[in-house]
């Protein structure tokens, strides 16, 4: 298995560089960390007395590996999760915040294993998660990452502008979906065919 840094590693190449998309509600962002994380842990790196766009384009992949793993892996407390889903879960956490909890807690339930949904990975949760983990091995963590893919799509239903996180240009699968089967195996991928059956209704 992979070490907590390589996992946050993977996931500062998976985000990139700097961009500042005027449809991105996260605003400007570097390495995968947004003007708004930077704010909240007061990262002034050019000490100019604010955090702005400059002190977002001087953030090292260092020091965004050492933010996420500080403050979406182990304050978050992803480490109480068995290590097959740690991964998945902490990809999800610096995309979508406490909804990757969430998403984990409403599944499961649908796996018969009632927890609150309020986004806070506490001892009932990860002891939840460890005996669906048992019962359902790898399949739990598939049905996670369906489950992240289909978060993906209900928020493009829902907002037009972030339909190209979910969709290329030319048609195909976005970083959204492909970032979700990053972590589901092959034979739940969805084809050419159901992606395109799936995203019909956006024109």
């Keep these: 298995m992979k070490t907590v840094r390589q996992i946050a590693e993977g996931i500062v190449a998976r985000e990139g560089g700097f961009v500042n998309d005027p449809d991105d509600p996260g605003g400007a962002t570097?390495?995968?960390v947004t003007i708004h994380t930077?704010?909240?842990?007061?990262?002034?790196l050019d000490r100019d007395g604010d955090v702005d766009i400059a002190d977002v384009r001087q953030l090292t992949r260092a020091l965004a590996v050492d933010i996420f793993i500080q403050h979406y892996f182990t304050k978050p407390r992803i480490n109480l999760l068995s290590e097959a889903l740690q991964a998945t879960v902490f990809d999800m956490q610096v995309n979508a915040g406490s909804n990757a909890i969430k998403i984990l807690q409403r599944l499961l339930r649908d796996f018969d294993h009632p927890v609150a949904v309020d986004g806070a990975l506490g001892p009932v949760t990860a002891n939840a998660a460890r005996l669906a983990h048992r019962e359902a091995g790898a399949y739990?963590?598939?049905?996670?990452?369906?489950?992240?893919?289909?978060?993906?799509?209900?928020?493009?239903?829902?907002?037009?502008?972030?339909?190209?996180?979910?969709r290329t240009r030319r048609g195909g699968k976005g970083g959204w979906i492909r970032r979700a089967?990053?972590?589901i195996s092959p034979r739940f991928h969805l084809t050419d065919q159901q992606f395109q059956r799936r995203v019909t209704a956006w024109a």
């Design 30 to 32: 570097n390495y995968g």
């Design 38 to 44: 930077m704010r909240r842990l007061g990262l002034d």
């Design 140 to 166: 739990l963590v598939d049905a996670y990452g369906i489950a992240r893919r289909d978060y993906y799509f209900r928020i493009a239903d829902r907002r037009p502008a972030s339909r190209k996180y979910a």
């Design 181 to 183: 089967e990053e972590f």
